[in-house]
């Protein structure tokens, strides 16, 4: 079983609505949870980093949330635009290991 | 200051063969990671390079290996290669990954037939 999930598997909305993308993960001992966007054929890049005594990071319209205590994350997505479309991947960091999510495929239609 | 830079972006090859990846990372960044991506697996960790030292390796087998340069610059080669290693290979660059940012680069895309 993967220690990072990532729900929904694939997810498609309508530009200009909002989106909430969930993980969850059993990696300990936690350092850091990083949410990356990756366009296709392309490398990931970085969006947000967040360490345990975080529980909010912004980045423009992706806000980051991060329970430490529940083990969960979700990345929100506000006013979505086309060019959010890509794959959002989930990456938790326990010491030297970095344990990577399945991604989340969103689609943004006109 | 330039991004990660992966040569080359594509490359098709034989089974059997062997194939060397190269990755130049941002200037000042020690830490060199090595990923392969599928459609069926996501994104794999390979090995970690810090300064010129392998840190951390993933669960890949012996035919994968690597190495770091002086100068940071990264190779990555694949000997005896088979059908399912066709994919994406992406290398990262970061201060230090524990703890700082990683900066993609573009991948190169292996295809084997």
């Known amino acids: 079983k993967n220690q990072v999930e990532q729900s929904p598997q694939s997810l498609i909305i309508l530009e200009g609505k909002n989106c909430t993308l969930q993980c969850n993960y059993t990696v300990s001992p936690f350092s850091n949870l990083r949410w990356y966007k990756q366009d296709t054929g392309r490398g990931p890049v970085s969006l947000t980093i967040?360490?345990?005594?975080?529980n909010t990071k912004s980045n423009g319209r992706y806000t980051a949330t991060l329970d430490a205590d529940t083990k969960q994350s979700s990345l929100h997505i506000t006013a979505s635009q086309l060019s959010d479309s890509a794959s959002y991947i989930c990456v938790v960091s326990a010491g030297g290991d970095m344990r990577f999510g399945a991604g989340t495929r969103l689609t943004v239609k006109p | 200051k330039a991004g990660v830079t992966q040569t080359p972006r594509y490359l098709i090859k034989t089974r059997g063969q062997q194939v060397t990846l190269s990755c130049s990372p941002i200037s000042g960044h020690r830490s060199v990671s090595w990923y392969q991506q599928t459609p069926g697996q996501g994104l794999q960790f390979l090995f970690e390079y810090f300064s010129e030292t392998q840190r951390n390796k993933g669960n890949f087998p012996g035919r994968f290996s690597g190495r770091q340069f002086s100068n940071s610059r990264s190779e990555m080669n694949v000997s005896t290669l088979e059908l399912g290693d066709s994919a994406l290979y992406l290398c990262?660059?970061?201060?230090?990954?524990?703890?700082?940012?990683?900066?993609f680069g573009p991948g190169t895309r292996l295809t084997v037939t």
């Open positions: 967040m360490t345990f005594s975080e």
């Open positions: 990262a660059s970061s201060l230090d990954p524990r703890t700082y940012e990683q900066y």
